[in-house]
Structures are given as C-alpha cells and as structure tokens.
C-alpha cells in the first residue's frame, strides 16, 4: 500500500523543504523543470503551486525522508553488522583448520 502524504504545500513548506535540502531556489527550479522565479513566487506567496508540481515535491519529499532515515540508521546497522560478523567467526578454528 502506497503512503499517502497530506501535506498542505505552501510558501512555509516548500521554503522548509528546500532549505532542509540545502538547495537554492534555483536547484529546484532545475529539479523541477520550472524556472526560479516560479520557486521565488510560491515562496513568496504570489504564485500558486500547480497541483502537478505539488506531486513532484511529494516525490522530492519522500526521497529525502527517505535519505534522512538512511544516514540516522546506517552507524547503527554497521556496528550491528560489525558486532555480528566478529561473533560469527572463531578465530581459533579457522586457524585450527588451516593447520
């Protein structure tokens, strides 16, 4: 099942989306396909999000959910996977064996 996102896209959000990615207007203006002006009008308030570009920041969104999550848990699994390998091998038998 798809999760859909609620979000109500307005200067605020999309202003808090593009700063979170450390992105200019016109990084987005370019991931979008629309020109910079187009961002600084929505952030603004002067322009209105098009509701096909609300389903493109939806995307962007999720990717960055998405990316956040990864590099918050990656520490986390590698040490788990550190741990785990470390215990999966005995030493003293793999050199037993080659003995």
């Not at 939806?58 to 040490?79: D, G, K, M, W, Y």
Request: charged content about 30%; aromatic content about 6%; proline content about 2%.
């Amino acid at each position: 099942m798809v999760e859909s996102y609620s979000l109500d896209w307005n200067k605020e959000t999309l202003r808090d989306l593009r700063l979170r990615l450390g992105w200019s207007r016109s990084e987005l203006a370019r991931k979008l396909h629309c020109a910079p002006e187009e961002i600084e009008s929505w952030e603004d308030g002067t322009g209105l999000i098009a509701l096909a570009m609300k389903g493109e920041l939806e995307i962007i969104l999720r990717q960055a959910e998405a990316c956040s999550e990864e590099v918050q848990f990656t520490p986390a699994a590698e040490n788990e996977c550190a741990k785990n390998a470390l215990e999966q091998i005995n030493f003293s038998r793999v050199k037993a064996d080659l003995e």
